[in-house]
């Protein structure tokens, strides 16, 4: 809202576009450095790769976890200067090359699968590796979003470490660090707690593990109802559970809790049409645009930016452009009764997984991304 007129004046210059607020950024990743038993912090670049955001964070202390080539590739051209050391490689089901590239350029690699190791055996003789692990259950705020238990392709099941451990020392490499990312908007405080001790153990039966990494997965409030994460109890579980394992270095590798709350997606209304008693308005931008509503049904509050305070409201269908009837961006919201076409429209929350999952189906354009700094 402090934002209001500087961002009307963006919209002006085109819509859909993303902006991202900076000192937001900021402000949340320092709370993270904040947190005293964390050794080591990475942010998942998936969630938003904007190079302002990876500048910005690499200068607050973070490392980066890629999980692609191209993203590797993307971080060294925004970042020529960074270490190799700072950079996760956290694959799943990746191509022979995108592990030669990652090798090639000495960033930390994790693998979750023994079949990797007994089919690339020269790719991964002589190696520090990360692996993965699926504590056997998932959790996040959608089924789409859950990376562990049976179910899910991610992860070297438990029962199989003591394999993958083999496997490794026959081919002279060494396990340095254990990971698991069990999904991502997860509610409970005590997940992380918990999988950081379950992994402590873990990494102690290996012998050469000096880094437990818990993942990403912290949520954000996406609407008023929602509480805000308890960062202070989540600092307090991990504080008790990293006296108890005081050998192992901890590691976080978080996305959407960084940048989620910095964006908002800007665009303008197209068309005002009621039908059979549903008002809806429609926006230039759509599920092309910003995928999470289509994709998990996702929450994200909707404002007439243009119309601001003291309007009559009115339930109104938020809609965009797709020729699908998934392209919804929230039902029966209140809108100011006179929203019209030409009002820029605001949605919230759009930091995280909004631009990088954006696509040009039925050949719409891509959204333009700003910076607020
Ligand atoms: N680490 C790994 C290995 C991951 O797979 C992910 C996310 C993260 C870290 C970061 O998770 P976060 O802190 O952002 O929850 N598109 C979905 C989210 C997909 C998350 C994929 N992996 C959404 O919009 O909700």
Redesign the pocket.
Known sequence: RGQRAHLLQLADAGTPRYVYHLPTVRARARALAAIKPIDQR?Y?I??NSHPAILQLLEAEGFGL?C?SHGELKHVFQHLPELSPKRVLF?P?FCPRSDYEAAFALGVTV?VDNVEALQRWPDLFRNRELWL?VDLGRGE???A??R?GGKDSK?GLPIARVDEFVRAATDLGSRVVGL?A?L????ETAQHWRLMCDELAGFARRIGSVHTIDI?????IPYSAEDEPFDLDAWAEGLAEVKALHPAFRLAI??????V?ESGVLLSHATQVVEKDGVRRVGLDAGMNTL??PA??D?WHDIENLSRQGGYAEAAFDVVGPICESSDVFGKRRKLPVSTAPDDVMLIADAG??GYV?SNTYNQRAMPREDVIE
């Open positions: 990475y998942a998936k969630a976890e999980v956290t799943s994790t993965r996040g705020h959608h789409k979003v990376t991610f990971h990312h999904g991502s908007g997860v993942g990403g997965g912290l949520p590798e978080p996305g959407r809790y960084l989620a995928m999470r994709l998990y996702a995280a997984y999952m």
